[in-house]
């Protein structure tokens, strides 16, 4: 395609954004719905074969329903000339290849969240049997609140882990999986290694896996491990070390089995991170410590490289199991794969340890623990000898029950219905946490401990609702600026939680309906109500009609289809006067609206 073309199918084209292996990409407008989409057209070599196209657009239809917030929306698939084309939401920000070339600094906590993020949404795209096959920075964006997309769903799934008819590899190397560069089957998990290599490059600033051509990378993928980041990050946790080693795995049953599981362990170690744990002052419990997971996985005993083990800090053996290890010829026990069940014990054991310390025996008594020859009066606790405040017990429940309670942020290992023992130290930060249930966190107040109970109400996690919906004309099925389902008659997608309303639109109809969609229920089922009509007459030639905003034009409308509901229609004439009336529309009837000479 020589130059840029004006327009590809019905959209205006503004700008070129960028050319790929595969095509190129062109900032767009719609004129019909007036708003900036991304237009991407493709090669006119990957047309040529018929089959291919054919594969190609069966695979971008099937991505055209994922319907999760950290997944490109496709809006419209089409064809020009032989040559398709696909119509997406056109995002801001920056992908994370050009954030790698730039001088910003990502914290730690953020890195790994880009990372959860992507694979949460590969986790998505997995379970409706898709697999990107091309994961790597270009294709990542991230947007300016934070946010993750993924990029060129169904175009990777097509060709990146196909091999040409001359046996080279298409992709790219550095993110490819063992399998992948070798041209067998892949699944899910192919996608892991690549995200694995992705959070590699983002906490070291460079691939795990590099050399001077192509065919270097690939050899080193399927034949050398990747350098330990221990040895260039040693304060990075081992927990993060551990689940980029998993990702990188030759095998891929050695590897995570879900991205889910792999989000989570990310989830778990970012959650880590923000935990309150570092004393201060004379606080009688600690504040926020960006630096706990370090200093968490700093617990000795030592791996024989002087690294910190996290199974030390994950699990205690027991004597049995000790003993059994002594035991002359006894053989090596099996390492232990990452859980973050096995962690978040670990974590708990911690904290209960150190908020048990800090609220029963006073930072004098820590202090003493830990080697700190603080005086009473510097710590700011009762002398020696000093009686301890008697503790407080409070009945927490909770509905539903079972619910993990922790106290300003320990685990208390106790779930509701229970008795929690309060310190004297008050207002005191209460949290339950409930699978399938949105966290909360409450207070504990004096009066709280007068009655004896405090009791809490947990919400479920809002989850995805099927939405299905249909009319006698078309119309799409929008949420903010962000177009869930092109215009057709009828639609059936899946819509994720998410904040703004979901509206049904034709601007031809001024159809703008609200969707009651409940995220508690399984399926929601719309009939959206037939069309009326709307008549407007004016005696005076030379004013225009308005409706809803929307210009109708010279000033005679016989017989105009709109959507029933109300309406503003407005007369604007050229000498400035205006006039207005509102009017509702039944379906199936018409309405008329006359206006006389403004001022009459």
């Known amino acids: 395609m020589a130059g840029i073309p004006k327009q590809i199918g019905r959209y205006d084209i503004i700008d070129l954004v960028g050319r790929g292996g595969m095509g190129v990409l062109y900032r767009g407008h719609d004129p019909s719905l007036e708003r ?39 809006h419209e698939l089409g064809e020009v000339d032989g040559t398709p084309y696909i119509v997406m939401e056109l995002l801001g920000g920056q992908d994370l290849d050009q954030v790698l070339k730039s001088d910003a600094a990502l914290l730690l906590g953020q890195k790994l969240d880009i990372v959860a993020q992507l694979c949460e949404a590969l986790a998505y795209a997995h379970d409706q049997g898709i697999v990107h096959r091309d994961i790597k920075p270009g294709n990542v964006r991230l947007l300016e609140d934070g946010t ?22 298409m992709g790219t190397p550095s993110y490819m999986a063992p399998e992948q560069i070798m041209g067998q089957p892949v699944d899910g998990r192919a996608d892991l290694f690549s995200a694995g290599v992705l959070l590699y490059e983002l906490l070291a600033g460079h691939r795990p896996f590099v050399g001077d051509s192509p065919t270097s990378v690939a050899y080193q993928i399927m034949h050398t491990d990747a350098p330990t980041l221990r040895e260039e990050l040693p304060d990075l946790p081992d927990a993060i070390n551990e689940i980029v080693t998993r ?31 570092k004393p201060t002052g004379d606080e009688r419990m600690p504040t926020a410590n960006p630096e706990v997971v370090t200093q968490l996985f700093a617990t000795k005993p030592r791996t024989e490289t002087g690294a910190p083990s996290i199974s030390n800090v994950r699990m205690r053996k027991s004597a049995a199991e000790a003993a059994a290890d002594a035991a ?18 670990g974590f708990a054991v911690v904290l209960v340890a150190v908020a048990g310390l800090w609220t029963f025996m006073g930072s004098r008594a820590w202090t003493a623990a830990v080697g700190d020859a603080a005086t009473s009066a510097e710590a700011g606790v009762p002398e020696a000898g000093a009686p301890a405040p008697a503790p407080t017990s409070l009945r927490v429940t909770s509905q539903p029950e079972g619910a993990r309670i922790t106290l300003n942020g320990a685990d208390t290992g106790l779930v509701t219905p229970a008795d929690v023992t309060v310190g004297d130290t008050l207002p005191s930060a209460i949290g339950l946490a409930l699978e399938g249930h949105q966290p909360l966190t409450g207070e504990i107040t004096a009066g709280d401990l007068e009655s004896g109970s405090k009791a809490f109400t947990l919400r479920p996690v809002p989850r995805p609702a099927r939405v299905t919906a249909s009319a006698d004309y078309p119309f799409e099925i929008v949420r903010g600026s962000t177009v869930l389902s092109a215009a057709a008659t009828e639609h059936d997608l899946t819509i994720q939680p998410a904040e703004g309303r979901v509206v049904a639109r034709n601007s031809q109809y001024l159809l703008n309906q609200t969707l009651d969609v409940d995220f508690q229920r399984a399926r929601v089922s719309v ?29 005679q409308i016989p017989n105009r289809p709109v959507a029933p509901g109300r309406h503003t229609v407005e007369l604007r004439c050229d000498d400035g006067k205006t006039d207005r009336q509102t009017v509702t529309v039944s379906s199936g009837q018409r309405a008329r609206v006359e206006f006389r000479a403004p001022g009459d």
């Open 247 to 277: 990702a990188l795995q030759k095998n891929p049953a050695d590897r995570y089995a879900r991205a889910q599981e792999m989000a989570s362990d990310l989830q778990t170690v970012r959650m880590m991170l923000d935990l309150p744990l």
């Open 527 to 555: 009939t959206l109500p037939p069309l009326g009509a709307l008549a407007i007459f004016s005696v005076v030639e030379t004013c225009k009609i308005f409706v809803d905003g929307q210009d109708f034009g010279y000033p």
């Open 148 to 169: 993750v997309k993924i990029l060129d769903f169904g175009i990777a799934r097509f060709t990146a882990s196909s091999l040409t008819q001359s046996g080279t590899v």
């Open 328 to 345: 002359p010829g006894s053989a090596a026990p099996p390492a232990r794969a990452f859980s973050p069940v096995m962690v978040m014990v």
């Open 36 to 74: 900036d989409v991304a237009v991407k057209m493709m090669h006119l070599d990957f047309t040529r074969d018929s089959s291919a196209r054919e594969r190609f657009q069966r695979e971008a239809r099937a991505v055209a329903r994922l319907q999760h917030r950290n997944i490109v929306t496709i």
